[in-house]
């Protein structure tokens, strides 16, 4: 268990919106701070962080919380791993050891992963201590890598043996069934399993969470007629299209390092750790996809692409740009690695600090464009030029005018040779570009956007808000009892030596939370008291704090008392006055007259003493 002080002492050490902000791109939009919502697709901002009561809020899909409540939701985390990982952003000792509360997996699921580790340890265990692994070592540490860096990898090695694999998982005990499923082996006509990795470098493919999903073979013998570079099928746990390299262990650092760094390959990522960029990640020798995407900017707001300085690589940067230029989760800029040279090239011929300060010289999207279009271009060729200029003026057309205008324009003066203000004249009128995908969007505007007019409960709402949700007059008064509640100790004092029941359940289990955290905190905090409400009722509390009344007086208090405690008295008037309408359309004289002299003895029971409606 967390101890309460220091649940407290992390909660009160960060700042919300510099938490969530490594998520979500703040702006300030009147007294909070609006962005996209990273729970749901939308291009306009609904999603309001509240720095003065430490909460957050979506307008539009509802879901609300404090910083611990945003990790939850965001990285499915267990309560206890929330207040891990935010000690961890607070670089505060908890002094506990919390265990992983991840759902459980299905024992097949847990048998693969169980297995896949297995293989990684004996692998690596045959390349760093076997003399079968003598030349697929000699081969790692000839590309420059330390044993430090084998064993952060957990690199291996598969021997040419087609059956050394399998004989070890028969030793294990591994059943056929788990062996067959796990990608590692091919069949024969008569269901024999062979191993699919022979005589390669083993790379282990990884999950979020650190657990081996799958492997990526590296051919050691260069005469071979195989693929250079062999993946896993695909299998339960592993799809390509969702895998990132690396992405367990650098997503702890993107903050800060301050980006994410993409790269073409593996050797591009393990080469750019050992110079001291930890935060190498990389696709799966595949074009980067929408889901690859996706997950980065769930673990970072800022990507810089560092693919190899080829013309190949160039354009493989372009094509990437494509997917992540415009997101509207993720900032990005891109590296030119020089002279063509790949990272691993790069840290040999000119060293790890070199490389470092290089991976911090970016190119903006924009000004990337401008390079790569000038690509295979002769700039002494009239044709050559006035193609580049009419792409690269068209590029500069799309960013605001003004200063960003005048640096690119200036690039563009010194590929060509044309003085800036006839470029200037030259500029076509920008077009508006529709978004390829649900994951782009029209980029923010320079001005925050105005709130909306009052929604009448004395909160400006942002653009496009979600439909108002009505209540009747007889829950809106304990809404208001519990916002007052909330912020004047003597109302909720006053409701609870007076043994008020709220009529919904969901309110009185607030207030009951709100009482029992109020008595053990001094002063109580609505952020705090998050943490003690049951974890459905979290979006609610959120969103009705979120509501503003006038200041309450004791009368005020009186009439929301008398009111919310007429519901079920109001409920049976309308059941009898229901059922004496049907009476009446059945011609049922007796009935009514019985039912109408019962509806009017509970309509003066009800108005005596009643506030007018």
Known sequence: MIPETKIDEVRNSVNIADYVGQYVQLHNAGQNLFGICPFHDENTPSFSVNESKQI????????????????????????????????????????????????????????????????????????????????????????????????????GYAPKDRTLIRTFLEQQQVDYATQRASGLFVEDEHATLFDRFNDRVMFPLKDAFGDVIGFSGR????????????????????????????????????????????FEGFMDVIAAYQAGVPVGIASMGTSLTQEQVNIIAKQTRQLTICYDGDEPGQNATARALTLVQNHKRLQTNVVVLPDGMDPDEYIKARGADAFKQQVQTVLTPTAFALHHGALGLDMTNDADKLQYLDAALKTVAQVPAGAEQA?????????????????????????????SSASEYAPWPDEAPPPMPDDGQGFG?????????????????ERQLLAYAWIEPAVAARLHQSHFQFGHAQYQSLFDAWV??????????????????????????????????????????????????????????????????QAQVLGDKAGATQLGMQYIQLLRAYKTGSVAE
Do not use: W
């Open 219 to 262: 051919v050691l013998d260069k005469e071979s007629h195989q693929a250079k570079y062999l993946n896993s099928p695909e299998t339960k746990l592993f799809n390509k299209r969702d895998v990132l390299f690396n992405l367990d262990t650098a997503k702890n650092e993107f903050k800060q390092f301050g980006s994410a760094v993409l």
């Open 461 to 477: 709402m942002p653009v496009m808000p979600a439909p108002v949700q009505h209540f009747d007059k007889f829950e809106q008064a």
């Open 516 to 581: 029992q955290y109020a008595a053990a905190t001094d002063p109580p905090q609505f952020a705090g008291y998050l943490d003690h409400v049951p974890q459905d009722l979290v979006a609610l509390a959120t969103n009705l704090s979120e509501q503003t009344y006038p200041e309450p007086d004791d009368d005020v208090i009186e009439e929301l008392i008398a009111l919310a405690g007429k519901e079920d008295a109001y409920a049976q008037l309308q059941q009898v006055k229901a059922a004496l309408h």
């Open 56 to 155: 957050f809020k979506c307008f539009s899909c509802g879901r609300g919380g404090n910083v611990f409540s945003f990790v939850q939701q965001y990285d499915n985390l267990s309560f206890p791993e929330a207040v891990v990982k935010v000690a961890e952003f607070a670089h505060i000792d908890l002094g506990v050891t919390v265990q992983s509360n991840r759902a459980p997996v299905d024992p097949e699921v847990a048998a693969q992963k169980d297995l896949l580790k297995k293989v990684t340890d004996m692998c690596h265990h045959i390349l760093v201590n076997t003399t079968a692994g003598e030349k697929a070592l000699a081969y790692l540490t000839d590309r420059g890598l330390t044993r430090a860096t084998i064993d952060h990898f957990d690199i």
């Open 407 to 435: 640096v690119y324009l200036q690039q563009i003066s010194q590929t060509t040779g044309v003085a800036v203000n006839d470029l200037k004249v030259s500029l076509p009128q920008p077009t508006v570009q529709p978004a």
